[in-house]
């Protein structure tokens, strides 16, 4: 062991490197407040039902952090409007007949780093589609990043592909709990505007408690007391 070094107010080093009292309750505050974030943040992910989660390396964190930025997912019309959003989209910096594509500094860098860290947790695997796709890109000639470039535009296709079909009515129930016509709608390629109903629900039938255009008058009930 190396001798005492000794700070200027006559302290050991050593021991004015430990943590006092205060930032150990500090840290551990801080503990419990992140558990119970991720907790609540899980919940909420999986009360939205979202079929995002099922791609790998998106768990509930990830998941929350596109469902909050992207919101309604009809803004954009084609996956390469979302591309360009979050910055997956690179800049074609072409020139003769070197093909030639730069990172994106544009878009939503929290969504993009988000993609980013979903690209790694599928790397880091090898049994991952994901990592199969990389390695295929790096086969092809392409260098690390550039591969992880392709490799996030993939992810990025896959999250809107999910988040439209997520998006997509549902309408296999109506409104009595029964399963509609399912043919009617698969024929017509989209979904109708209303659920369709079912006879019961569409249709009343009355019964009249009087004779119509007879002209004639229900005959009283006739007392059976006499007089």
Same mark, same amino acid.
């Given at each position: 062991m190396g001798p005492?070094?000794? +700070?200027?107010?006559?302290? !050991?080093?050593?021991?004015?490197?430990q943590p006092g009292p205060r930032t150990a /309750?500090?840290? &551990? #505050?801080?503990? /419990?407040? &992140?558990? #119970?974030?991720e907790s609540r943040i899980t919940r909420i992910v999986a009360a939205s039902k979202?079929?995002?989660?099922?791609? *790998?390396? %998106?768990? !509930? %964190?990830?998941?929350?952090?596109?469902?909050? @930025?992207?919101?309604?997912i009809h803004r954009f !019309?084609?996956?390469? /409007?979302? &591309?360009?959003?979050?910055?997956?989209a690179p800049i074609?910096?072409?020139?003769? =007949?070197? =093909?030639?594509?730069?990172?994106? +500094?544009?878009? =939503? /860098?929290q969504l993009n780093h988000a993609i980013h860290m979903a690209a790694l947790s599928q790397i880091r695997y090898p049994q991952t589609?994901?990592?199969? *796709? @990389?390695? +295929?890109? %790096?086969?092809?000639?392409?260098? #690390?990043?550039?591969?992880?470039? &392709?490799?996030? +535009?993939?992810?990025?296709?896959t999250i809107y592909a999910h988040l439209i079909n997520d998006a997509k009515p549902r309408d296999d129930q109506d409104p009595g709990g029964q399963s509609g016509n399912d043919s009617v709608t698969s024929a017509a390629g989209s979904h109708p505007e209303q659920p369709a109903l079912r006879t019961s629900h569409s249709q009343?039938?009355?019964k009249p408690t009087t004779a119509r255009g007879t002209g004639q008058q229900p005959n009283p009930k006739r007392s059976s007391r006499t007089t």
């Open positions: 005492l070094v000794l +700070r200027r107010d006559g302290m !050991p080093r050593a021991l004015a490197a /309750r500090r840290t &551990a #505050h801080r503990r /419990r407040a &992140a558990t #119970h974030n979202t079929s995002v989660t099922d791609i *790998y390396g %998106i768990g !509930p %964190i990830i998941a929350a952090t596109v469902l909050g @930025y992207v919101g309604d !019309p084609t996956r390469d /409007r979302f &591309a360009a959003y979050n910055g997956t074609d910096v072409s020139s003769g =007949n070197n =093909n030639v594509q730069r990172l994106s +500094r544009r878009g =939503n /860098r589609v994901g990592r199969g *796709y @990389y390695d +295929r890109k %790096i086969a092809e000639g392409m260098k #690390h990043k550039s591969a992880l470039r &392709a490799l996030k +535009r993939k992810i990025s296709d009343v039938t009355t």
